[in-house]
């Protein structure tokens, strides 16, 4: 739906176009929403590639599960409108959210849990369409790890069967179901356009393939549901490298300028993996034979962070490896230059 990313642009606080208006985007959701969301805003603020019309803001609320606001009288929505006039922004400013949300001690079997979950979530945001009516973008994150979970409030297998829920929800848009139209030409619009954003369960201490895990010391001790420090800021890097890297959202996330300028040679190329990564990266390029090369991190603001390597290109594919330093968490770019040109990609670091 690159049609509709595009579309967006800065608006007044009355919802009209204006060159030095905003695009906002918020958070929906419960505790651990607004516990994750409020370290990705403190990330986005001091984030260079983000384009300075994009504001971000956090209306996520401990307490509010779907229960909690799945009613358009719910005092939930008065407190999300309350929150964008306290930060600058309207109700009619509003144009992408990021949903994480779930249902207070579900006790039910699979698949009734998470049908259960669907279907509040539906309401959900059909009252977002109608309270923050130009909402354009709705991304759904289901729930990190709950196997240390110590109380009934969400433990698993609910959290990884929320991720059921938002995926029926989103086929069910795709379908053509009418309650959730977001096309006018389709017929009147009940709701914005709906997609994943990161989707950010694992198993424990097992690694996913990107190198994901969730260790116990990234949750908080009094309940084992609800992030710790640790377990919020690998929620806030994996949403800063979804807005880098996600195409709906590059349109009006990222500033058009980088702060890594770079020009690519015909015979260059750079890639890296995993990314996001934990414990380091793998670098592998090709450099024009016969002419000198040299690898660098750097953070966002173009600033040397480490020397990866240097030498004679071969013409051929050469890896480096980089492992990363335990709290080195955050965005980088990793940059090639020789004398046939240079070419950078962005590295997102997850924090162990």
């Avoid at 009252?127 to 009934?152: C, D, E, Q």
């Avoid at 201490?205 to 908080?220: A, I, K, M, N």
């Amino acid at each position: 739906m690159l049609a509709i990313a595009n579309a967006i642009a800065p608006l007044d606080t009355l919802g009209n176009p204006a060159a030095n208006g905003r695009v906002t985007l918020i958070s929906i959701g419960m505790s651990n929403g607004t516990q994750e969301f409020s370290t990705f805003v403190l990330l986005a603020n001091a984030d260079a590639q983000r384009d300075p019309h994009v504001l971000v803001i956090d209306c996520a609320q401990g307490g509010q599960a779907t229960q909690d606001i799945r009613l358009p009288t719910a005092a939930y929505w008065d407190t999300v409108g309350t929150r964008l006039r306290g930060h600058g922004s309207s109700p009619l400013q509003a144009q992408v959210v990021w949903i994480k949300e779930a249902r207070r001690q579900p006790t039910e079997p699979f698949p009734a849990s998470a049908e259960s979950l669907t279907n509040d979530l539906g309401r959900v945001v059909r009252i977002i369409h109608s309270k923050l009516p130009n909402v354009k973008l709705v991304y759904f994150t289901s729930r990190i790890y709950a196997g240390y979970a110590t109380s009934a409030l969400n433990p698993e297998p609910y959290a990884y069967e929320s991720g059921f829920a938002e995926k029926w929800l989103i086929g069910a848009q795709i379908a053509g179901t009418d309650s959730l139209n977001f096309d006018p030409a389709a017929g009147p619009v009940r709701a914005p356009w709906l997609s994943w954003g990161p989707y950010l369960w694992a198993d424990g201490e097992t690694p996913r393939t990107d190198g994901l895990v969730w260790h116990c010391s990234d949750f908080q001790s009094s309940d084992g549901t609800h992030p710790s420090t640790s377990g919020r800021e690998k929620v806030a890097d994996s949403l800063l490298a979804f807005f880098h890297q996600e195409s709906t959202a590059i349109p009006w996330y990222l500033r058009q300028t980088t702060a890594v300028p770079h020009t690519i040679g015909a015979r260059l190329a750079l890639s890296v993996a995993p990314n996001p990564a934990v414990d380091g990266i793998e670098l592998a390029f090709v450099a024009p034979r016969g002419e000198t090369w040299r690898l660098e991190l750097l953070d966002v603001a173009g600033r040397s962070v480490a020397a990866l390597g240097s030498g004679a290109g071969s013409g051929a594919l050469e890896t480096v490896r980089w492992n990363a330093r335990r709290g080195r968490s955050g965005l980088y770019w990793a940059r090639l230059v020789t004398s046939a040109g240079t070419i950078a990609r962005r590295v997102v670091l997850i924090g162990r």
